[in-house]
T-cell receptor, first 112, second 116 residues
Framework: KQEVTQIPAALSVPEGENLVLNCSFT??????LQWFRQDPGKGLTSLLL?????REQTSGRLNASLDKSSGRSTLYIAASQPGDSATYLC???????????FGTGTKLQVIP | DTGVSQDPRHKITKRGQNVTFRCDPI?????LYWYRQTLGQGPEFLTY????????KSRLLSDRFSAERPKGSFSTLEIQRTEQGDSAMYLC??????????????FGSGTQLSVL
């Protein structure tokens, strides 16, 4: 059974700081990993999808890396802004053909 | 492309009542997913449709839950005889060819259900 863990559960940083969010998964037989952002009371917004054949994926100030062998992914946010405040979740395929398992998320607060 | 739409945004009901939620996926997307999320947790997979066919169901989906996707367009999720433990955010997502083909999932804003 795929289990996904995200550490830390919550993070508070001053504006402008670079930060790293971590995601660990137990079954390394994955073909991709996706990072999402969720604002309070809202749905999820896909940020980055990184395929198993890739080691990194970048979008603006966001950079995601994937190390399948160690069962880890990181999301790097450069020059954080108050608008980055949200919960960040990672998700990997598991079990059934279309089933996806999510982590519990990291709640980020960027203080102006 | 107006994104994934869910209706209603909020639903308050009394225990024992039936509720139905609707999801309209992005028009060209033939894959549709339902997830449930409780406070402080990540979303949990409930069920998956490819066009009108329901291809996967989680064991979380008890007999009180039923989902349909007539004609492969919008989908409905019905909960019969609601229980307080059903209180959660119900999220719908869609994609064109599916997460397994390295395509992103697009989520709606969810329906927040409160069972009193």
């Amino acid at each position: 059974k795929q289990e996904v863990t995200q550490i830390p559960a919550a993070l508070s940083v001053p504006e402008g700081e670079n930060l790293v969010l971590n995601c660990s998964f137990t079954d390394s037989a994955i073909y991709n990993l996706q990072w999402f952002r969720q604002d309070p009371g809202k749905g999820l917004t896909s940020l980055l999808l990184i395929q198993s054949s890739q080691r990194e994926q970048t979008s603006g100030r966001l950079n995601a890396s994937l190390d399948k062998s160690s069962g880890r992914s990181t999301l790097y946010i450069a020059a954080s802004q108050p608008g980055d405040s949200a919960t960040y979740l990672c998700a990997v395929p598991s079990g059934g053909y279309q089933k996806v398992t999510f982590g519990t998320g990291t709640k980020l607060q960027v203080i102006p | 492309d107006t994104g994934v739409s869910q209706d209603p945004r909020h639903k308050i009901t009394k225990r024992g009542q039936n509720v139905t939620f609707r999801c309209d996926p992005i028009s060209e997307h033939n894959r549709l997913y339902w997830y449930r999320q409780t406070l402080g947790q990540g979303p949990e997979f409930l069920t998956y449709f490819q066009n009108e066919a329901q291809l996967e169901k989680s064991r979380l989906l008890s007999d009180r839950f039923s989902a349909e996707r007539p004609k492969g367009s919008f989908s409905t999720l019905e909960i019969q005889r609601t229980e307080q433990g059903d209180s959660a955010m119900y999220l719908c997502a869609s994609s064109f060819r599916g997460f397994s083909t390295n395509e992103k999932l697009f989520f709606g804003s969810g329906t927040q259900l409160s069972v009193l």
